[in-house]
Nanobody
Framework: QVQLVESGGGLVQPGGSLRLSCAASGRSFSREAMGWFRQAPGKEREFVAAINRSGGSTPYADSVKGRFTISRDNAKNTVYLQTNSLLHVDTAVYYC????????????????WGQGTQVTVSS
């Protein structure tokens, strides 16, 4: 059993930044590969970024490369998504996910999900 709690979403101007956090509890966080996904109204939930157990592998969706950074602090049982240069198209609910295996960009590969945190980019 894993519980994931996201925070850090909010309303920002275009070009602004947010740091999303996902705090994990219930099992050894260091064993989990983590991912961030997002879902905009009327759209499918899509892959954003992932990070393996050690943090040495961090694949990103092409749409966010160079703007977003995923990281983890295993001592704090937390994974982060730093979002910079935000665009209107980044507006979505952002979800944290965990799996006890290798990283994946496929949403159905993940075992646990957080409740999501809303990111709204608007002027």
């Amino acid at each position: 059993q894993v519980q994931l709690v996201e925070s850090g979403g909010g309303l920002v101007q275009p070009g602004g930044s947010l740091r999303l956090s996902c705090a994990a509890s219930g099992r050894s966080f260091s064993r989990e590969a983590m991912g961030w996904f997002r879902q905009a109204p009327g759209k499918e939930r899509e892959f954003v970024a992932a990070i393996n157990r050690s943090g040495g592998s961090t694949p990103y969706a092409d749409s966010v490369k160079g703007r977003f950074t995923i990281s983890r602090d295993n001592a704090k049982n937390t994974v982060y998504l730093q979002t910079n240069s935000l665009l209107h198209v980044d507006t979505a609910v952002y979800y944290c996910a965990a799996r006890s295996s290798s990283i994946s960009s496929r949403k159905y590969a993940y075992d646990y999900w957080g409740q999501g945190t809303q990111v709204t980019v608007s002027s």
